[in-house]
């Protein structure tokens, strides 16, 4: 009877040890640590009042955001542009509850020309866009409404993430250490949204953006770790990770309490 307690502690800590070891590969071969920060995306689309982005070197258009971790100076911070959805856009921190639309006074940028009505931010961040309207409030501000993808517009793949994934398409792109770590970099200088939007972004045959990306970290060997701010393993690695662990802990707790079973006896003895 000893013999075989013996036989199955040792067989269940040889499968425990086993177990751990075999985590699913994508887990072994994606480092990542949290990005510096976390954003979320606010879009904003003013064509439907045609003198607001009619003069943007003389009155860029800016965006003026508080209630967070962080807040601009007025009039705020220059927008930018993503040609592919034809939209402007600035990444605010995460916490961010509301915000202003401006043109801001180029000559003098601690002045502004025009601003929007307050919106909050709420949730209409990253699929939604801020549509600016002709009528203003009785104080002067531009009036609007958020409105979400599927409805008066549809988001697409934004150009920077285009441009990431057309870098490492074929092998012919990618088919140097320079050029993959080129690629790690710019992914790592992506705010939350491209982050998000790359992971999930079909760059052939089924892989995703994050896929290919990890597998040309593991392929040259590169070091330099994704940084990420939300990665969630899918429902598959989850259990297999889960049942690894459980065997494991149970292997390790059968031979651990085998050991000292038979300690205890040596001691009454």
């Known amino acids: 009877m000893k013999k075989h307690i013996k036989l199955l502690s040792l067989l269940a800590f040889v ?13 072994k071969v994606i480092e990542t640590q949290a990005a510096a920060t976390n954003t979320k995306r606010v879009w904003f689309y003013p064509d439907y009042v045609t003198w607001w982005a009619s003069d943007l070197e003389n009155a860029p258009l800016g965006i003026h ?3 967070g971790s962080h807040s601009t100076t007025w009039p705020g911070a220059r927008m930018l542009k993503d040609d592919a959805n034809n939209l402007w856009y600035y990444d605010v921190p995460s916490d961010t509850t509301d915000d202003i639309f401006t043109r801001i006074n180029n000559s003098n940028p601690s002045e502004h020309y025009n601003q929007s009505k307050t919106f909050p931010l709420e949730n209409y961040v990253n699929t939604y866009r801020c549509e600016l309207w002709n009528n203003q409030d009785n104080n002067g501000h531009q009036e609007g409404v958020w409105m ?14 285009s441009n990431l994934a057309d870098s490492i398409a074929t092998k012919a792109l990618a088919c140097s250490p320079t050029k993959a770590q080129q690629a790690v970099n710019t ?8 982050q998000n939007q ?8 089924g892989v995703t953006g994050l896929q290919r990306l990890n597998y040309l970290k593991s392929f040259y060997n590169i070091t330099t770790p994704l940084l990420t701010s939300d990665r969630k393993m899918n429902n598959k690695e989850s259990d297999k990770t889960a049942l690894a662990i459980t065997i494991g802990l149970l292997g390790v707790s059968t031979f651990a309490g085998y050991y000292l079973v038979n300690r205890k006896k040596e001691v009454v003895k």
Do not use: M
């Not at 499968?15 to 590969?25: D, E, I, N, Q």
């Not at 993808?149 to 993430?161: A, E, M, P, Q, S």
């Not at 790359?198 to 045959?205: A, H, Q």
């Open 187 to 194: 992914y790592n200088s992506f705010s939350t949204f491209e």
């Open 198 to 205: 790359f992971n999930e972004l079909n760059v052939g045959g």
């Open 148 to 161: 979400a993808t599927g409805t008066t517009w549809n988001l697409v793949t934004t150009t920077k993430v």
């Open 15 to 27: 499968a425990g040890a086993f177990s751990l070891s075999a985590l699913p590969k994508e887990d």
């Open 65 to 67: 955001y508080w209630g």
